[in-house]
Nanobody, 121 residues
Framework: QVQLVESGGGLVQAGGSLRLSCAAS????????MGWFRQAPGKEREFVAA????????SYANSVKGRFTISRDNAKNTVYLQMNSLKPEDTAVYYC??????????????WGQGTQVTVSS
């Protein structure tokens, strides 16, 4: 099992940027595919981005493609989500998640507690 702790959320104006971090501890982080998800009030949780354990493969939701970038630093056991050109509709609680093979199976075993991102218009 991997323990995940997100940070970096906050309040930002539309058009601004934020970088979320997710620090992992426990099992070998490098064996995990990692993803970011978000949940807005009254909505279901949705996929945002994922990066394979090797770092060679990435995928993004259409709504964030070209604006968000997921990266990982296996030496620091950390995955990041750089969010640029933020829009009010990006407002949500953002969660990082990890799992073996999750990039293919879409099944994530471990989740963080979430960090709030609020984008004002």
């Amino acid at each position: 099992q991997v323990q995940l702790v997100e940070s970096g959320g906050g309040l930002v104006q539309a058009g601004g940027s934020l970088r979320l971090s997710c620090a992992a501890s426990g099992r070998t982080f490098s064996s995990y595919d990692m993803g970011w998800f978000r949940q807005a009030p009254g909505k279901e949780r949705e996929f945002v981005a994922a990066r394979s354990r090797s770092g060679l493969s990435t995928s993004y939701a259409n709504s964030v493609k070209g604006r968000f970038t997921i990266s990982r630093d296996n030496a620091k056991n950390t995955v990041y989500l750089q969010m640029n050109s933020l829009k009010p509709e990006d407002t949500a609680v953002y969660y990082c998640a990890g799992g073996s093979g999750a990039y293919v199976t879409k099944t994530y075993d471990d989740w963080g507690q979430g960090t709030q991102v609020t984008v004002s218009s």
